[in-house]
């Protein structure tokens, strides 16, 4: 295990494009068709990992769609830096997993993409190397005004994987929700208007507006369309479906 492999497996992604791709067809070939034109920024860390021999350190409990969970099994080993300019000059190594936020935020819960560490610039930038940039593989050269944070894995000095790892609490839970659709609820008694109800409140927490005098429990148009402008800028497929690629969406609510 070595960074130094980690990024090679990356550098012989660079120029790829488009969807469906190795990556994504490589982790749908584990988890599923769903992934094979889905956001694949975190599958490409997934795959270069698994690739180089890297799984135990950068994917400590399995394989990582969503940046937001890779992001807290850096947090939850300890190794989790925010996304400073003191912080990357000083921190930031070759093989880094590093997070952004287009909103300038240093919070794990508001992550929108990831990439990995080429080459610390000293100066509080890093040059990376991405997936799903512009729906390409490239380097980039990044700030600390967009970098959430980061985490070196332990390429050296990681131990063998749990055979069974405890899941994440938060993925479990995401894995039990139901697909919902337009007429979702409208039945009388209908299991569904729950799940609804909740959908309902997170695009409002999402600042969704055109929800004022809408029934809470029934799957409407103005549902729809709130969950197609939520994919449309989370780079999901826009069909206004909520599924397992857009309940971790809705959910990263702080």
Known sequence: MSASAMLAAARKTLGMAGRPNVVTRDYASRHGDVFLRAAWCNMAITRWARESGNATAVLPEGDRAYTVWCAEDGERLGL???G?????KRYAQPGAIVFFDWGGADAIAYIDHVGIVERNLGDGRVQTIEGNTGDACKRR???ASVIAGFWNPPYAVAKPAKPKPTPNPTEV???KLPTLKRGAGLKDNDPLKWHVKTLHHLLIARDYAGLDGVDDTV?????ENGVKGLQDAAGLEVDG?????TWPVLLRVA
């Open 80 to 82: 989790w830096y925010t």
């Open 173 to 175: 839970a995401v894995k």
């Open 84 to 88: 400073t300019a003191t912080n990357i």
């Open 241 to 245: 479906v909520v599924g397992p690629l």
């Open 219 to 223: 799957f409407t148009e103005a549902h």
């Open 141 to 143: 050269v990044r700030s």
